[in-house]
Each structure stands twice: as C-alpha cells, then as structure tokens.
Nanobody, 133 residues
Framework: QVSLVESGGGLAQPGGSLTLSCEAS????????IGWFRQGPGTEREGVAC????????YYVDAVAGRFAIYKDRVKNSVYLQMNFLRPEDTAVYVC??????????????????????????WGQGTPVTVSS
C-alpha cells in the first residue's frame, strides 16, 4: 500500500523557519518527481517547489524562491521542504504529491493547475503551517 506521510508543520513566527518532511512507503521516490503544494483557506491547491530527481531539476514558485528549498534523501525515501524567512502568507496546509518521473517539467508540475488537479499519482494528507506572531 502506498502512503506519503507529511510531518513538521506547526506554528512559526514571521521570519522563522520550519522543515517539512514527506516520507514515502510502498513506492521508491527515485522513480517519481515530487512536489510540495499548499492550500490555504478557500483557495485552490498551488505548487510551491517541485523536483525531478532523475534530471536534477528543481523549480520554485516566485513566492518562495530564495526562501524555501526542496531536497530528497534517497536512504530515507523522503523529501523535505526547508522553509526560511516565513511570512504570514505562507500559512496553509502543505501537501506532498508525486507523479512518475519525467512526466512533465518540474515547472509545469508546480504551476499548471490542470496538472496539479488531474495528473498527480499520489498525495499525502498534509501538514498545517501557521505563520503568526
């Protein structure tokens, strides 16, 4: 059975940091491209950071570029999202999702709403992040 389990969310102050984890079981992340997505109250799920490990390509949406970093640990079969300089507008439920590697460019995976809605193979349950003083 496949599962993606996120952890690491919580409350952070503006300017603070959090590291989110997404641990996969039932699949090997080496065969998938992986993304972190977020969904705020009343908003559509949006891409944050996407990685295609087979081609060593990452993509970050403009709102997080320079502040967030996505990386993978092959041994732990996990992917992480290091979030620095957090802002109140980063408040959302963060979800990891995967699709077979090299399906689309990481930029497309992160920015194309139809791709996000229809082409992801597996999703996690999400971990909430609140940025507030």
């Amino acid at each position: 059975q496949v599962s993606l389990v996120e952890s690491g969310g919580g409350l952070a102050q503006p300017g603070g940091s959090l590291t989110l984890s997404c641990e996969a079981s039932g699949i090997l992340l080496d065969y998938y491209q992986i993304g972190w997505f977020r969904q705020g109250p009343g908003t559509e799920r949006e891409g944050v950071a996407c990685i295609d490990p087979s081609e060593h390509r990452n993509y970050y949406v403009d709102a997080v570029a320079g502040r967030f970093a996505i990386y993978k640990d092959r041994v732990k079969n996990s992917v992480y999202l290091q979030m620095n300089f957090l802002r109140p507008e980063d408040t959302a439920v963060y979800v990891c999702g995967v699709m077979p590697r090299a399906s689309v460019y990481p930029e497309t995976m992160c920015t194309n709403s139809a791709t996000i809605r229809t082409r992801m193979t597996f999703w996690g349950q999400g971990t909430p992040v609140t940025v507030s003083s």
